[in-house]
Nanobody, 125 residues
Framework: QVQLVESGGGSVQAGGSLRLSCAAS????????MGWFRQAPGKEREFVAA????????YYADSLKGRFTISGDNVKNTVYLQMNSLKPEDTAVYYC??????????????????WGQGTQVTVSS
């Protein structure tokens, strides 16, 4: 399994930006598809974005395209989520996710083997 540690969450006003980081450790990291989910209070965990370590494949939730960008650094073993033009409805706990299967084709939180501890993002109006 892979170990994931998120950082970079915080509070921001609407229209602002944040960048989340997910540091990964473990064996055979290149075999994992990495990504982000988020979970707002009272809601299910929802897919945000995913990326392969070589950067060749990237996936986004349709509703977030254009505002969120996922990237990775395979030297630092870190995946990033750049979030721009943030809205109050982006408020959630953001979780880093990893699994060896091609889960991002039809993303479902139930298919993910490894999770980070989560980082809170709060967007005020």
């Amino acid at each position: 399994q892979v170990q994931l540690v998120e950082s970079g969450g915080g509070s921001v006003q609407a229209g602002g930006s944040l960048r989340l980081s997910c540091a990964a450790s473990g064996r055979a990291l290149s075999m994992y598809l990495m990504g982000w989910f988020r979970q707002a209070p009272g809601k299910e965990r929802e897919f945000v974005a995913a990326i392969s370590w070589n950067g060749a494949s990237r996936y986004y939730a349709d509703s977030l395209k254009g505002r969120f960008t996922i990237s990775g650094d395979n030297v630092k073993n870190t995946v990033y989520l750049q979030m721009n033009s943030l809205k109050p409805e982006d408020t959630a706990v953001y979780y880093c996710a990893a699994d060896q299967r091609p889960w991002a084709v039809a993303p479902d939180a139930r298919d993910i083997a490894s999770w980070g501890q989560g980082t809170q993002v709060t967007v005020s109006s």
